[in-house]
């Protein structure tokens, strides 16, 4: 109520005005999705807009890699491809790894030979042994002859012992060989998909264990994760096992 003092007396009169107000009609409200409720006490809810990507699972993404060098043969899979764990995803040339193993079963295969010859000279050894000592027996031979038959004899043996090492060494020249071969084959070592397809037909790798050479990369889709950026004032307000809605923005609406 606003009061004058004027002249001819003192006068009164209501008076209101509400600031900013805005007048809506009802089609106005709906349309603009206004809902109007009573004030009450209620939780009060803190929703946090973070920044961050989503990106593959480290635990669940392998790169395949060659053991051996050489030239890329061929490669079996497209980028976007799915594949299983021990598929054939490329070759690596294997022409000279090959001719490492035909080598290798060579000399092994000669080893061998050599061997069973040493072991008919002793078989011989022992048969003139004998002879000397039956000789010996009968007082027709020497101590010396004996002696000299039964030094033959330890020589036969220890050549046959001596090639047999060799027989060793050849077999694990060959197993080498054979297991190099084998690393020509490239093999998914995950269920996933291709990411990433870093070599063609033709073009050389590497095969050092110091320097990763990566041919293709791999990941399981199914199982993603989400990295987000959160400043120190926002971390208090963060729990374990808290649940958080995600936006793509290149996927709109979903």
């Known amino acids: 109520t606003v009061s004058v003092q004027t002249g001819g007396g003192p006068l009164s009169f209501n008076f209101a005005k509400n600031e900013g107000a805005v007048a809506m009609t009802a089609e106005q409200i709906r349309a603009a999705g206004v809902s109007i409720d009573k004030s009450g006490p209620a939780k009060i809810r803190t929703a946090l807009q973070l920044p961050g990507e989503i990106a593959f699972n480290e635990d669940k993404t392998a790169h395949v890699v ?121 093999v998914s070592p995950i269920d996933g998909t291709v990411i990433e397809r870093n070599r063609e037909v033709g073009e050389r790798v590497r095969g050092s264990d110091f320097n990763e050479d990566v041919v293709m990369s791999l990941a399981a889709l199914a199982s993603m994760e989400v990295k987000i950026e959160v400043g120190e004032h926002e971390v208090v307000h963060l729990a374990m096992q808290q649940k958080a809605d995600v936006k793509v923005d290149a996927l709109e609406g979903q």
């Open 66 to 186: 060659p053991r051996v060098g050489g030239v890329v043969e061929s490669v079996a899979v497209s980028l976007g491809q799915q594949v299983t764990k021990g598929q054939v995803l490329g070759r690596i040339d294997r022409r000279r790894f090959e001719a490492n193993v035909r080598q290798a079963q060579a000399g092994q295969n000669a080893a061998r030979s050599d061997v069973a010859t040493a072991q008919v000279e002793v078989e011989r050894t022992q048969r003139e042994l004998e002879r000397v000592q039956g000789l010996a027996g009968r007082g027709l031979s020497s101590q010396a002859e004996v002696e000299s038959a039964q030094s033959a004899l330890a020589a036969a043996k220890a050549r046959v012992a001596a090639l047999s090492d060799r027989v060793n060494q050849q077999q694990a020249v060959l197993d080498e060989a054979q297991n190099n071969l084998a690393k020509t084959m490239l």
